[in-house]
């Protein structure tokens, strides 16, 4: 089974974001999408999550379009990690982690042991378990960062997406979720997640999707995509590359 999004235009009601855009997602792979602000990456996820309805073209997972799945069957499917998440409620962060455990039962059941083993074991993994009886909304935002994570996985779902997943962590915990991701794929989940940093997807991807003004810039194996050239094309920015860094011996430093 792939996330595929074949020929896809996306926006909103009242205007045209990109268009033109195939993307294959097959497990096992982690996908890196970069480019410029104002660019269609947050669009973009969000029309293959099926939060944002395509303009044209079609998203599918596996045979069939993702139109025609449930919700439930989505949400068993599809896990996502928002770049930031606002919270309303001072629900405790294992119950936020719990809420990832919706699509297993229904709104009016209460959560299993099976249920709140997976939760526990997640706390535990991303090192948050302290925090269970915290309130979400007393926590930083890299806590939160990872509770939305561990939310993600606890539907255990086939193909993970993050926007930004790094934004606001701490050095220490940006390569913790970085090396999840790459773990991830390993076990077989599919991975697609967005950054401003090339050489973190460098170091963690397999591929990389380039886009500029909603259009396909560049896409291929890592090595082959970022490069300097390419890549001060993509930002128009000088850009050093330098010796010893991250993935293939290199890494890439704006001037």
């Given at each position: 089974m792939n996330l595929e999004a074949r020929d896809l235009a996306i926006g909103y009601p009242d205007r045209l974001v990109g268009s033109g855009l195939n993307v294959t997602l097959a497990k096992g792979e982690v996908l890196a999408l970069l480019g410029p602000n104002g660019g269609g990456k947050t669009t973009l996820l969000k029309t293959m999550l099926g939060l944002l309805p395509p303009k044209s073209g079609e998203i599918r997972l596996?045979?069939?379009?993702?139109?025609?799945?449930?919700?439930?069957?989505?949400?068993?499917?599809?896990?996502?990690?928002?770049q930031s998440h606002a919270?309303?409620?001072?629900?405790?962060?294992?119950?936020?982690?719990?809420?990832?455990?919706?699509?297993?039962?229904?709104l009016f059941s209460s959560y299993t042991a099976q249920d709140r083993s997976?939760?526990?074991a997640?706390?535990?993994?991303?090192?948050?378990?302290?925090?269970?009886?915290?309130?979400?909304?007393?926590?930083?935002?890299?806590?939160?960062q990872l509770a939305l994570l561990a939310r993600a996985l606890a539907q255990e779902p086939h193909f993970i997406v993050?926007?930004?997943?790094?934004?606001?962590?701490?050095?220490?915990?940006?390569?913790?979720?970085?090396?999840?991701?790459?773990?991830?794929?390993?076990?077989?989940?599919?991975?697609?997640?967005t950054t401003h940093d090339p050489n973190?997807?460098?170091?963690?991807?397999?591929r990389a999707l380039l886009l500029r003004e909603g259009a396909r810039f560049a896409e291929g194996p890592v090595e082959q995509v970022?490069?300097?050239?390419?890549?001060?094309?993509?930002?128009?920015?000088?850009?050093?590359?330098?010796?010893?860094?991250?993935?293939?011996?290199?890494?890439?430093?704006?001037?």
């Open positions: 596996g045979s069939t379009s993702l139109a025609t799945r449930s919700i439930r069957e989505r949400a068993r499917l599809l896990g996502y990690v928002p919270a309303t409620f001072a629900f405790t962060v294992e119950t936020v982690v719990l809420m990832g455990r919706t699509p297993f039962g229904n997976v939760v526990s997640l706390l535990e993994r991303f090192g948050i378990r302290e925090l269970a009886q915290r309130p979400y909304t007393m926590i930083s935002g890299g806590e939160r993050l926007d930004e997943p790094t934004a606001s962590l701490d050095f220490g915990n940006q390569g913790k979720v970085m090396r999840e991701i790459r773990a991830l794929a390993a076990a077989g989940h599919g991975v697609l997640f973190q997807a460098l170091r963690y991807a397999h970022l490069t300097r050239a390419i890549l001060e094309s993509l930002y128009q920015t000088e850009i050093e590359e330098v010796a010893g860094g991250p993935g293939q011996g290199r890494a890439f430093l704006p001037r």
